[in-house]
Each structure stands twice: as C-alpha cells, then as structure tokens.
C-alpha cells in the first residue's frame, strides 16, 4: 500500500503484515543486528531510552526510537496494549522509518512479527559471544512463538545435537513438534520438567512472559549461558534476582537495562547489585571489544528489545520489498 507524503508529494510505503514474510532469512537478520550494535559502539547510531506512557485501563505504550547514522534513517517503533480492543489483538507494534537526507517518512510497518524476529536473533548474537565453542545441548523455557523463533536463530548460529524444551502446557499440546522447523525435530525432546531441561544443558533460553522466576539458581552451573527476554510488565523476570550478584552478567545495552530490566532492578534493590558489575553488553561483545565470561560463575544474558533493532529489521523489509518491486519493474516512488 502508497500512500502520498503531503510535504513533498514522495510516497510512503505502508505495510501490513499481509503484504509481506516476516520470516526473513536468518542470517540477514542477523547481519543487520550486528552493523546495528557495530554502528551503536562506533557512535555512528544512537539509542535513546525507551519511553512509557500509560493510562489506566486504556493503554500501556512504549516506544523504542533510536537513529541508525550508516543507514540513514531515524525513526521508532510504537508499541501499545490496548486493553479495552475486542475485535484484535491487544498488543500491537508498528514501526515508522524515516530518512536522515530528506526528513521525509519512508515505511510505516506492522512490526509484531518482526518484534519476535528480532528477539530472537538479539539472543542468538548472545549466545555467538557467550556460549561455550563445544556447547551441544540447548534448553528452551516456554513453547511459544517467541521460543520457536528462538530455536531457528539459536540453529542459525550454532549446531546442537539436543534440544529439551519445557513448558508447564506442553504436554497437553501434541502440535509443538510440527510448529518446529522440520530440521530440528530430530534432535527435539520434552523435558519432563524445567530442572531436567536446565541440569542438562549449556545453553538455556526463557521465552516465557512469566512475572516471576521460571528457574532455580541452584540449578545452574559455572558456564552455562541463561538468556532471558520475559515480558514488560513492571519487574517481570524470568531469572531469580537473588542470583544476579554470582553471575557474570551480559546484557543488550547497559545504558538502558540495568534501569528497567525486572530482575537487575530487583537485584539492585534487594541483594546489593550495581549495574556497574554488568561485564559487557552486546555493542562491546559484537565490536570485540568485551570481556568473556570468567568461567567461575553462570552467564546470564537479558535483552530488552532495543529501537536500533526494529529499525535494522523494519529497514530489511524495506530493501526485500524494493527490490521484489525492482525485479518486476516497479517502483514505490
């Protein structure tokens, strides 16, 4: 869909998830985060906070902006909870690109997809830095879309011989296997439980949108990897707070995180911690300028969803469709 800019008469491509496969390659995916974190460590980009707004019983909004220099674009992505919507979804996400040469919009996306997309692929650039070269066996926390994406990217990036996954519904849902792609079935397995999938793993991922921990810290051990995404609810964690202060602890952006991720709040309120002890974040690991893990302690990694993604992702989108329509002969301007 085109729509007209009425400042210069240029058009604006608008996309619905319909009109396009959020699905992109992986590895595409994955170039563009990491020019994205490569360009925010150089100071070629910039990611201001998110920002929140909230009415009560009508919308919960945040927004992620952030300014991609080498690209040339600017923009954000807007993210709202509307509790009162009957006729869709609650959650929705739109991100809006816009040019840093002209000023001038160039894509309006419907983002949700994509949101999952680049959650996914933020953990997997974690796991690439952080995760053990002979890793072979992968946990996943939670059975959802955001846990199936993370398995595709998790692959994307490293062989696993075994993945257990756990989800307190997953017995009770029999289609999990064929929501997986058909490459990773073989080396797919329920775990019986959360402590079974965690005790046997190097590499764990949570892709719940639990309130509180879906794991115990006296489970893990000295070099295992712990990713978590949870959800934006105030305080939401996944991971005990109690056990940050005895990891080495990662995250996507310490400008941001540790003020807004549920458990490093919790931790710093209740157990002593300072987000001046997070070892690295994925800016420095990405830029090779970060420091490794210390082979002492549990890893544990925490991705907030960051503007330079959704735009890097959204901007993917953009180049795909432009040139599908260059293939054919077209044109959106």
């Excluded at 959650?91 to 996306?109: D, K, R």
């Excluded at 289609?175 to 959360?194: D, E, G, K």
């Excluded at 996944?238 to 400008?255: G, L, M, N, T």
């Excluded at 992702?313 to 959106?332: C, E, M, T, Y």
């Amino acid at each position: 869909m085109l729509n007209s800019s009425p400042a210069s008469g240029n058009a604006t491509l608008i996309l619905r998830q319909a009109d396009f496969n959020a699905l992109l390659p992986e590895q595409d995916v994955l170039q563009a985060l990491r020019a994205a974190f490569q360009s925010l460590y150089a100071g070629t980009s910039v990611q201001p906070p998110q920002a929140t707004g909230f009415i009560p019983d009508r919308v919960d909004m945040i927004w992620y902006p952030a300014i991609l220099g080498d690209q040339e674009i600017f923009g954000a992505k807007l993210s709202p909870w509307l509790p009162r919507r009957k006729d869709g979804p609650q959650v929705t996400a739109w991100t809006i690109l816009c040019s840093l040469l002209t000023g001038e919009p160039v894509l309006l996306c419907d983002s949700k997809a994509l949101t999952t997309e680049r959650t996914a692929a933020t953990t997997a650039l974690a796991i690439e830095k952080l995760a053990p070269r002979s890793a072979q066996r992968l946990a996943l926390i939670g059975a959802g879309p955001v846990g199936i994406a993370h398995l595709r990217y998790a692959w994307a990036i490293h062989p696993w011989s075994e993945i257990r996954v756990y989800s307190r519904t997953l017995y009770a849902d029999d289609s999990f296997m064929q929501r997986i792609p058909a490459h990773l079935r073989q080396h797919a397995t329920v775990a019986a439980s959360a402590e079974s999938a965690v005790k046997n793993s190097e590499v764990v991922l949570l892709c719940t949108s639990s309130l509180v921990p879906v794991i115990d810290s006296r489970w893990l051990q000295a070099g295992q990897l712990v990713t978590s995404v949870t959800t934006h609810a105030t305080h939401a964690h996944e991971f005990p707070p109690a056990a940050i202060p005895d990891c080495d602890v990662y995250c996507d952006y310490r400008a941001t995180s540790p003020a807004i991720a549920g458990e490093m709040v919790l931790a710093a309120a209740q157990h002593g911690w300072r987000g001046d002890a997070i070892r690295s974040d994925l800016p420095e690991l990405i830029s090779g300028k970060g420091l490794q893990p210390s082979g002492n302690a549990p890893i544990f990694f925490r991705s907030m969803g960051l503007g330079i993604e959704d735009l890097a992702i959204a901007n993917l989108v953009l180049r795909a469709h432009q040139g599908k329509l260059d293939a054919q002969g077209g044109s959106w301007k």
